[in-house]
């Protein structure tokens, strides 16, 4: 499960939820940069100008250049509130155009705060942090996103501090189901689209449940011992060694990489028709 690898927030520390339900309307409620910019080869993007595939940008560098820019060379009109790299692969096979611009942020859990409140709040100000420190225009959508394990008794896992700790984590989740929940969030660049504070924002929860087959102690030392656990929430990659232990997975499976993807183009879309011109088409260029 992916988290914002190199967040410049407060580790999560593990808690426990009351909840492990998305609550209800959560459709509207509730990291210095190195730029990266992806290009559509399919599904859906946000496009005015083209740029090659995996061009690479510094928006601080860029901000000190501006004024020898091409002004064909606009930024993207998508930008990522994470430095996660699994998130910037997702959108780039999925073709999307964009810059990256991490949020900064405490992710410490709230007193109380379900799962459900607590990656849903994440996510919305991780938007809404880079959406204002953007321009107003020309309009600008910002993801954010935020992907936690829920433990089968409802304890949230983060990602592990050491070695040990991963091992911990693990075993609280081998040879039972447990819940990856990520949050989404879209805002329009110059901070209160539509409102004050985060009435702007847009956000979905998508969960998905995980199967994991039982594994000894030794085992999972031995997975541990391959060093993807680290950046990682509940200390497993899906698309790595981590599926060793994967029995069944039921819902979004890039959910579980790090961002479900057919719902994060469907709150796009959405974003994109009440709040970018018409001109702008997240649809690609044929032709």
Same mark, same amino acid.
Request: some cysteine.
């Given at each position: ?7 410049? $927030?407060?580790?999560? %520390? ?99 705060? %379900?799962?459900?409140a607590l990656v849903e ?16 225009s020309p309009a600008r ?85 391959? $060093? ?17 232990f994967v029995l069944s997975?039921?819902? %979004? ?27 702008? %088409? ?6």
């Open positions: 499960m992916d988290g914002d690898d190199e967040a410049l $927030g407060a580790s999560r %520390s593990p808690s426990r939820g009351p909840s492990l339900s998305p609550s209800s309307g959560h459709g509207r409620h509730p990291e210095h940069a190195t730029p990266t910019r992806g290009c559509m080869a399919r599904g859906s993007a946000i496009l005015t100008r083209r740029a090659p595939l995996g061009t690479s940008r510094d928006v601080n560098r860029d901000r000190g250049n501006a004024k020898r820019r091409d002004p064909d060379q606009e930024s993207a009109r998508l930008v990522l509130a994470s430095a996660s790299p699994r998130r910037r692969e997702i959108l780039r096979e999925a073709g999307l155009l964009f810059d990256v611009l991490p949020a900064a942020l405490d992710e410490t859990p709230l007193p109380a705060e %379900s799962p459900a709040r994440l996510a919305r100000e991780k938007a809404l942090d880079v959406a204002r420190r953007l321009p107003g959508l910002v993801l954010g996103s935020d992907t936690i394990v829920v433990a089968p008794d409802d304890r949230i896992l983060g990602k592990p501090r050491d070695a040990e700790h991963a091992v911990e984590q693990l075993a609280r989740i081998v040879g039972r189901w447990h819940q990856v929940m990520t949050a989404i969030a879209v805002a329009r660049s110059g901070g209160e689209a539509g409102g004050s504070g985060d009435a702007g924002t847009r956000s979905r929860i998508v969960v998905t449940r995980v199967e994991m087959r039982p594994a000894t102690r030794e085992e999972l030392a031995e997975y541990v011992a391959l $060093g993807e656990s680290f950046d990682k929430a509940g200390g497993y990659a899906l698309q790595g060694g981590g599926s060793r997975v039921e819902g %979004s499976r890039s959910n579980v990489i790090g961002l479900p993807l057919e719902e994060t183009l469907a709150l796009l879309e959405e974003a994109r028709r009440d709040w970018l011109e018409s001109s702008v %088409s997240l649809l690609p260029e044929t032709g």
